[in-house]
């Protein structure tokens, strides 16, 4: 059973770049039909999709974000990566790392991120 | 952007009755549908996907149906651990996108 594991810095300044890792146990990113994603919650509010990554490199971006984000993946650690660059408060949110084909089967159990000075 | 609109924003059920969920897509999605369960503190947990299949170890109280642009999730009986905010998502088109959630609690 494929389990995910989101890990990075819980605080982040204004204009400064977010950055997490998802690490993926239980099998390898690159032998599944999973495309890789990253989810945000703010607090009390609804899901709201950053964007994913195929284990070919590949990427979709929400255009609201597209600017900002950027998503990798090191297959070798077995480990994708979300970068949003320029953050302000509004992005202060639980992360999340997600993957599936037909929607989203695995989910890490999140990471909260705050943005403030 | 694909706009999810699920209703109502709030259901109050008694535990044991029946509750049903709604989702409305503004274009159709085909069947690239997917209906998730968030309890507090929780990752959300994949309950639906292709619109009408149950993900692995979902209780068969749970049933999903619709195609195009309505859908509805429907629970026969709810037990203590169905109270909890559902969420619909479309990944038929990008971005993919989710509803605003329907909290289920307790009547």
């Known amino acids: 059973q494929v389990q995910l594991q989101e890990s990075g810095p819980g605080l982040v300044k204004p204009s400064q770049t977010l950055s997490l890792t998802c690490s993926v146990s239980?099998?390898?990113?690159?032998?599944?039909?999973?495309?890789w994603s990253w989810v945000r919650q703010p607090a009390g509010k609804g899901l709201e999709w950053i964007g994913r990554?195929?284990?070919?490199?590949?990427?979709n971006y929400n255009p609201s974000l597209k600017s900002r984000v950027t998503i990798s993946i090191d297959r070798s650690k077995n480990q994708f990566s979300l970068r949003l660059s320029s953050v302000t408060a509004a992005d202060t949110a639980v992360y999340y790392c997600?993957?599936?084909?037909?929607?989203?089967?695995?989910w890490g159990q999140g990471t909260t991120v705050t943005v403030s000075s | 952007e694909m706009v999810m609109t699920q209703s109502p924003a709030t259901l109050s059920v008694s535990p044991g009755e029946g509750a049903t969920l709604s989702c409305r897509a503004s274009?159709?999605?085909?069947?690239?549908f997917a209906w998730y369960q968030q309890k507090p503190g929780q990752a959300p947990r994949l309950l639906i996907y292709?619109?009408?299949t149950r993900a692995t170890d979902v209780p068969a109280r749970f049933s999903g149906s619709g195609s195009g642009t309505d859908f509805t999730l429907t629970i026969s009986s709810l037990q203590s651990e169905d109270f909890a905010v559902y969420y619909c998502?479309?990944?038929?088109?990008?971005?993919?996108?989710f509803g605003g959630g329907t909290k289920v609690e307790i009547k």
């Open positions: 990554i195929y284990t070919s490199g590949s990427t």
């Open positions: 239980g099998g390898s990113m690159s032998s599944t039909n999973y495309f």
């Open positions: 997600a993957g599936g084909e037909y929607g989203f089967a695995v």
């Open positions: 998502q479309q990944y038929n088109n990008w971005p993919l996108t």
């Open positions: 292709a619109a009408s």
């Open positions: 274009q159709s999605v085909a069947s690239n």
